[in-house]
């Protein structure tokens, strides 16, 4: 029965652990481009997530450039079609407002300070005024193509990558390495490692994030139980706070919005 319980605490423990770091590939992650659309704010599982690391500038930076990225990624693709669309003598003036909207969005996302008390609370009206922008253009797109026609101009920009989102890449990495190596340092002084040699490792590129969570896996494993679960329940606490501060920021939003509409769009 104890072997359960360590087993099970151990699992616990490699969640929270999970938890406390951001994935270094960030390809897609906020997933502005998703058809989603929403009535007055309500803020849905992914973005509540999302929101969760904002509570300091480094966190925020990294939202707000995940967003351009999606932005800039969606007007990439939407002004292929236009192009393309253009050539086969269809009118593309409604296609071309909405990127136009997209482009001024995209300064819009471009202008908000990080640092700033309610950048979470503009981070999630531009999100879903990218959302709207994106939804509008595929239902624009629609009504002019079949759905051949439509798989057919899908299948040509579907794998196209711009500089510009490259190097948006690049800048996120970067980004979220600094954001877990504050995490991790976090972690270690938690766990009481001294040894930050795979902290380094792993900042230098030569282990992956998740080889750093196996290894500090193993070095809680062989903790003694009641080590164990001061870690899990100081993990724990940590986890927690953080679910806390997104959702004040979710009631916030919530209370500031009643009674007038947030800039969602049409």
């Not at 969005?105 to 999100?127: C, G, P, R, T």
């Amino acid at each position: 029965m104890k072997k359960i319980l360590t087993v099970l605490m151990m699992l616990m423990i490699f969640i929270s652990i999970s938890s406390l770091a951001i994935a270094d590939d960030p390809e897609d992650e906020n997933g502005t481009d998703e058809e989603n659309q929403l009535e007055d704010l309500e803020i849905d599982n992914d973005t509540k997530k999302e929101i969760e690391i904002m509570n300091n500038s480094l966190g925020a930076e990294i939202r707000l450039l995940q967003l351009q990225k999606a932005i800039i990624k969606n007007l990439l693709k939407g002004e292929m079609a236009v192009e393309v669309l253009k050539a086969l003598e269809y009118n593309t003036t409604s296609l071309e407002l909405i990127l136009s909207e997209m482009k001024i969005l995209l300064e819009d996302v471009k202008a908000v300070n990080a640092s700033s008390n309610d950048s979470v609370q503009i981070f999630v009206e531009l999100k879903y005024e990218a959302k709207n922008l994106t939804r509008q253009f595929r239902e624009a797109i629609k009504e002019l193509l079949d759905g051949e026609k439509l798989k057919d101009i899908r299948e040509r920009i579907r794998e196209m990558v711009s500089e510009e989102e490259q190097n948006y890449s690049k800048q996120i990495r970067n980004k979220i390495k600094q954001f877990n190596r504050n995490r991790l340092y976090q972690l270690y002084g938690i766990i009481g490692e001294t040894n930050n040699s795979f902290i380094n490792e792993y900042l230098d590129g030569n282990i992956t994030l998740d080889q750093l969570k196996y290894h500090l896996c193993k070095t809680i494993n062989h903790m003694n139980r009641e080590r164990k679960y001061e870690i899990f329940s100081e993990l724990k606490k940590d986890n927690i706070k953080k679910k806390i501060n997104a959702q004040v920021s979710v009631n916030n939003m919530k209370n500031s919005d009643k009674g007038k509409g947030h800039g969602k769009g049409k």
